[in-house]
């Protein structure tokens, strides 16, 4: 049975009718441009199939009322008395999503529902985006109003950044509310324009989970996102976004060695990214593969956020014939990576790296091929 069905069936179960609607948004996967969202810059994700799944009514009143199917619980809030979160649970995603609309001036209405996802929750598939984005698709179809994919991005990260107390960038959120299907979308980070572009013709992508999961990922995240930012005022700009690679070629050695190494990746990501666009738009696989493995070694050598793992299961990945290119992909610090394959060696591919990171790490890694899906929609009626 399908998560649609699944969540539709629970609801005729819990409330004796047929949903009203059913809901989707996904995670991600990113390609490149990683570490560039929160400097204005550019990134390349793709919507992955994987994905959070709402069936709801509305309610005559204004609460909300919600059953985890995967937390095995059902909890409860009305939209007029929030209360922030003291240990962050799952329904604390939609009280978040919930205040930041209502913050916005989005008059909101009550539903209840049942949700449930597959987009595995921790690593780095931004699980939390695809419940935040089905969250604000669902108070759209009970509260009706206009539904604008960079404008509920924007509400959702502010939930995360301001209810959750978590510091993300804008990426997740935009590519779980405006992916495209079979396309992986450009995201200019500042001005939220968008511009879609296939994959290379006869390649998949592959996620490679390394089932390794690094606790302080927030405290290293928010110290790399200081360190840029302190970069960009020595350059008098706003973001490192604004900081031209001759520009830094010439004026690096005034930065300590530290702080030059995190901007030389933010610099050089934003330009393989732009790269990236154009190679995927000519069709050229070897290209992309290229600067997606110029990617890893920039992030593992001067962002420093790869970790044992990741650098063990790119380098299986890149050892195959039939990898274009691999890294890491999300925050870092495990969690997984990607790659760009063969699509006719795609089996072979997945079965020889599952055995060379298990030889070179005595664990177990989770390899899946997905396909690009569309960002948050309507799938019922
Ligand atoms: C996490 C954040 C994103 C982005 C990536 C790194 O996924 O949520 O905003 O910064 O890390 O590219």
Excluded at 6 to 26: H, L
Excluded at 222 to 234: L, P
Excluded at 327 to 334: E, I, K, L, P, V
Aim: hydrophobic share 45%.
């Amino acid at each position: 049975m399908s998560l649609k069905e699944i969540v539709g069936q629970r609801f005729q179960a819990e409330f004796g009718a047929d949903p009203a609607s059913i809901v989707r948004a996904p995670g991600r996967v990113n390609l490149i441009g990683e570490h560039t969202d929160y400097n204005d810059g550019f990134v390349f994700p793709m919507a992955i199939e994987r994905a959070t799944f709402i069936a709801l009514r509305p309610r005559a009143d204004n609460k909300v009322v919600a059953i985890s199917l995967d937390m095995d619980n059902r909890r409860a809030f009305a939209l007029d008395d929030l209360q922030r979160p003291t240990e962050t649970e799952w329904i604390d995603y939609l009280i978040g999503v919930a205040w930041s609309l209502q913050e916005r001036g989005y008059d909101l209405r009550g539903w209840e529902g049942v949700v449930s996802g597959d987009v595995p929750i921790g690593s780095g598939l931004s699980s939390s985006a695809a419940l935040e984005l089905a969250t604000a698709r669902a108070f759209y179809e009970v509260s009706g109003f206009a539904w604008d994919a960079a404008a509920m991005a924007l509400a959702c990260q502010a939930a995360e950044n301001e209810w959750l107390g978590v510091k993300c960038g804008i990426m997740d959120q935009m590519i779980s509310a405006a992916g495209v299907a079979d396309r992986a979308l450009l995201i200019d980070c500042r001005s939220l324009e968008t511009a879609s572009a296939p994959l290379p013709p006869d390649t998949v992508v592959v996620i490679l989970d390394t089932n390794t999961r690094r606790g302080l990922v927030d405290s290293a995240y928010n110290e790399r996102r200081e360190q840029c930012e302190a970069a960009a005022r020595h350059f008098g700009v706003s973001a490192l976004r604004d900081v031209a690679g001759e520009t830094f070629a010439r004026r690096e050695q005034e930065l300590a060695p530290l702080m030059r190494a995190r901007a030389r990746h933010v610099i050089s990501e934003n330009e393989r990214t732009l790269r990236a666009r154009d190679a995927m738009n000519a069709g050229d696989a070897v290209t992309l593969g290229q600067l997606m493995i110029a990617s890893h070694i920039s992030l593992r050598d001067d962002f420093a956020v790869s970790s044992p793992a990741l650098d063990a299961i790119v380098a299986c990945a890149n050892a195959q014939d039939s990898c274009y290119g691999a890294r890491m992909t999300g925050a870092g610090f495990g969690g997984c990576a990607v790659a760009l394959v063969k699509a006719d060696q795609v089996e072979q591919f997945v079965a020889r790296v599952g055995a060379c990171y298990q030889d070179a790490t005595e664990n177990e890694s989770i390899i899946t091929v997905t396909g690009a899906s569309r960002g948050a929609e309507t799938v019922f009626p």
